[in-house]
């Protein structure tokens, strides 16, 4: 079973700067006060306190309860900690997006405590986790989908519910490229404008009397954890008509990160795996890196369990301006993480034949098709 394996690649990236800062974390983490009950169980777990790091906003740390919550459920003999850190990407609200170029500025002072053993395990949504790890870390579970589609969400008061019910030059407020550039081509009549900050912040954005946007695109995912799953007013996967954007890889999924080879957590977290959403996620993500050089593309994905074992994926790239678009669609037998990377892998080349590679700037299909360790 794929759960006792490495579940991806590592990364050929520099280790991280241990010298990080860490002021959000207390320092005498992980270390259990004396007198403190150890206990154990048939998995042989005699640490008494699992420590969950997560970042700071409230939609992380509702997933990073979440967690606690189905482990509680397992492993009732266990106690559990959140630890929540402000990451440079929570600190950093005016560069836009794509100008950090690697997504680990919302990830590395969290997999540096990890790694120093002040946390035994992070709760990332899967959508933002690099395809490349840090050295010594890895997915150790990812955990059953929440909703992965999209979905607009309509300034309060408007009685609009759909894309095509708004007048031609209404706001649609997103910071994807991909939604912008899928949604650009069915709704040319619209404009696109960015929004930041995190999801409560975007809402007020949304509702302020004198605000610009007409509505967001967001991921139902995000709103249905944060119990907000009333704004939404439509939902965009190809499915729905007047919908037709595909998701981000990922999006839906949390994915929790380890220390490579702690069979202790693998062991605990086994309880909580669900593996038809990993397998589906590592296809994905195989998908991603497979066509990414370096540069960050917009890709989207839907990927569907047409019955056990047998995984659907539609695929689609865009041009950063939305006037291009090549999109690919393929079903496969899914059993394993090898399928599952394979997969991913031939969907991305069936893109590429059929000219991905001219919207692409760059591109790595010389790279093996399993990498080291690739959960294979
Ligand atoms: N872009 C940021 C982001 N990363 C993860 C989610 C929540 C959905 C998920 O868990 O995939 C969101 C919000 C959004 O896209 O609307």
């Given amino acids: 079973m794929a759960t006792h394996e490495q579940l991806e690649s590592t990364s050929s990236r520099p280790p991280l700067d241990p010298t990080v800062s860490s002021h959000e974390t207390p320092s005498n ?36 309860e979440q967690v606690k919550k189905m482990l509680e459920e397992a492993h009732p003999e266990l106690e559990y900690e959140i630890r929540a850190m402000a990451t440079m ?11 950090f170029g690697a997504k680990s500025l919302w990830t590395f002072e969290l997999e540096a405590q990890l790694l120093e ?45 759909t894309l095509a019910d708004l007048p031609a030059g209404s706001i649609v407020g997103t910071s994807s490229v991909r939604r912008s ?22 809402l007020s954005k949304l509702d302020a009397e004198d605000g610009e946007y007409s509505c967001l695109i967001l991921a139902a995912a995000g709103l249905l954890r ?23 890889v990922g999006q839906g999924a949390l ?42 593309v917009p890709i989207g994905v839907e990927t ?30 899914v059993l394993d993480a090898k399928d599952a990377d394979e997969f991913g892998w031939k969907v991305a080349q069936e893109l590429v034949e059929k000219g991905a590679a001219t919207i692409l700037k760059a591109i790595n299909l010389n790279r093996p098709l399993i990498e080291e360790g690739n959960g294979a």
Avoid at 306 to 331: N, P, R
Wanted: aromatic residues 4%; proline residues 3%.
């Fill in 29 to 64: 983490a992980a270390a259990p006060s004396a007198g403190q009950k150890r206990s154990s169980d048939e998995a042989g777990i005699t640490k008494s306190k699992i420590t969950i790091g997560t970042r700071r906003s409230a939609l992380a740390i509702i997933q990073a």
């Fill in 89 to 99: 990407g929570d600190k950093n609200q005016i560069t836009p997006l794509h100008d």
């Fill in 117 to 161: 053993g002040n946390l035994d395990l992070i709760v990332h949504c899967l959508k933002d986790m690099p395809t490349q790890l840090p050295a010594k870390c890895t997915i150790g579970c990812i955990t059953k989908r929440e909703d992965p589609r999209d979905a607009v969400v309509m300034k309060k008061g408007l009685e609009y519910k």
């Fill in 181 to 202: 550039a899928q949604v650009k081509s069915h709704y040319p009549q619209l404009k696109f404008k960015d929004v930041r900050g995190n999801l409560g912040t975007r």
């Fill in 226 to 248: 944060m119990d907000l799953g009333g704004r939404i007013t439509q939902y965009l996967d190809s499915k729905t008509p007047g919908g037709g954007l595909l998701y981000a």
């Fill in 255 to 296: 994915a929790i990160e380890i220390r490579e080879g702690d069979e202790k957590v693998i062991n605990i977290l086994n309880a909580v795996m669900d593996e038809d959403t990993m397998l589906a996620g590592l296809a994905e993500r195989s998908l991603m890196r497979t066509l990414e050089g370096g540069c960050s």
């Fill in 304 to 333: 569907t369990w047409i019955e056990k074992g047998k995984l659907f994926m539609k695929a689609v790239v865009v041009s950063l301006d939305g006037t291009e678009t090549v999109g690919a669609e393929s079903l496969a037998e």
